[in-house]
């Protein structure tokens, strides 16, 4: 099959490996991309356009991967284009986002949800999917890293099942990141260091690792806690956890670019 | 020496067999007590009075251990009696309560801090203490199951670690709650099971005993939650991880008598 690519990010180059290495095409847009993206699509092979018209022209299906934010404008995009194939969204959603871009995409629309890094070896990276064309999807990846998982015909499962795994992952880390701050901030890090040292084995190197890992990615993280507060505000549960984590994680977005930050960097950050 | 007790509950009444193991008379107040509290006490030998004016006649120091919320009006009580000894605070309040505490009961004032589950055997329950008398205070403790640590001179730092530590444990406790809630609302509650246990092993295992070890006890634990938000946003940090953790503990406050409840029925509380 020729499947377009929407876009290229750190993630989403290894969605479209795994789509090369199981015989499809993969096409992508060049025009507003970065020198990064275009030359990961280049490494990969995929065929580039400069329009996204020309992109609709020639692909049976589309797969939108970008941070949360950008979501429901890439399916505006397509669908003003009228464009008649598979819409798939893998990004991290709420579900009553995922209902949003459903009624955007129209009946070609399937429901994804990415866990996992992006897919560099067997077993990290799973792409859950959902809705009626679940499993039309899933037989794409017959290859490569990626494990597709059909989780039945629920127009949002599979961005409910992404909001519930990322709200402990990144819900977590950004609490483990405040506390830390909080310790410095109060004078009794040394002592919480001890404390946790005795009787929460490994979490003072967790906190540390956290930082060093998340620092480069939070800029995108705001979007997704963002996604998750509202999933748990629909459920009638409270959504406060992930408010507070978005508000870390946009204290650390200026870390961008920064390669593993240590730890005080974070908190300098944090306590700005 | 002779030291008042207020009051014996669970974790109380081990922060007293500590004294007495330590050579110490402990005395209590039998008013507005609840019989499971007059049986700890009669158990472990405390002196009982009828009012509080006849405790604070007989002893030297007095110790809090009671709710957070309550802090405030047992310190009242006592510093209205014109009580001149030590006056130990060992509950789970801010800083800014804390510091509202010393000035309430006056240049005896020492903070404290408990980590751990009812002292039952050694090394699982530290007595962090801050402020002029900490050194003083932590030589009570020369036997028995609490270990006193001394932390410095400031007024508020045992409270901040306090602070910081259960912000950890009970916040990530009921991050978790409430994502298995979450989960069952939205239909995904196996796939998020079998991905966790993928990928997060142990996690879904740990949910589980978390529903059963705090559903009884969550009845006190939203008012801990407050005094953490409040700990957090007076350092300029979010506090809605707290907030929301203490709407999660507060809609369980009805399971205090349920024994080890299973954690559908915690999820049916949470969903009510």
Redesign the interface.
């Known amino acids: 099959m020729k499947l377009g690519l929407l876009h290229p990010g750190e993630m989403g180059v290894t969605i479209g490996a795994a789509l090369g290495e199981s015989g499809h095409e993969v096409h992508w847009l060049r025009a507003g991309r970065s020198a990064d993206t275009a030359a990961r699509a280049q490494a990969s092979g995929f065929r580039s356009h400069d329009s996204l018209s020309s992109l609709l022209g020639q692909v049976q299906a589309v797969i939108s991967v970008c941070p949360p934010h950008a979501a429901l404008e890439v399916a505006g995009a397509v669908a003003e284009r009228k464009f008649p194939g598979i819409y798939l969204d893998a990004n991290a959603v709420a579900?009553a986002t995922a209902r949003r871009l459903a009624a955007i995409a129209g009946p070609g629309y399937v429901d994804g949800g990415i866990?996992?890094p992006p897919a560099r070896s067997k077993g990290t990276t799973?792409l859950?999917l959902s809705g009626a064309g679940a499993g039309e999807v899933a037989a794409w990846f017959s290859r490569g890293f990626v494990e597709a998982?059909p989780?039945g015909e629920?127009l949002?499962?599979a961005s409910?099942?992404k909001?519930?795994?990322a709200?402990?992952?990144k819900?977590?880390a950004?609490?483990?990141l405040?506390?830390r701050?909080?310790?410095d901030?109060?004078?009794?890090a040394a002592?919480?260091l001890a404390?946790?040292s005795r009787?929460?084995p490994g979490?003072p190197e967790r906190s540390e690792r956290v930082a060093a890992n998340t620092a480069p990615k939070a800029w995108r993280f705001e979007g997704e806690m963002r996604e998750i507060a509202a999933?748990?505000e629909n459920?009638?549960?409270?959504?406060?956890?992930h408010?507070?984590?978005g508000?870390?994680y946009a204290r650390m977005a200026g870390l961008k670019d920064a390669r593993r930050p240590d730890l005080h960097k974070v908190l300098d950050a944090?306590?700005r």
């Open positions: 579900p866990v996992g799973r859950y998982v989780l629920g949002a499962e409910a099942l909001m519930c795994y709200a402990y992952t819900g977590s950004a609490l483990m405040a506390i701050a909080l310790a901030r109060e004078g009794v002592g919480l404390e946790w009787s929460q979490l999933t748990f459920a009638n549960l409270p959504g406060g956890f408010a507070a984590a508000e870390i944090l306590m």
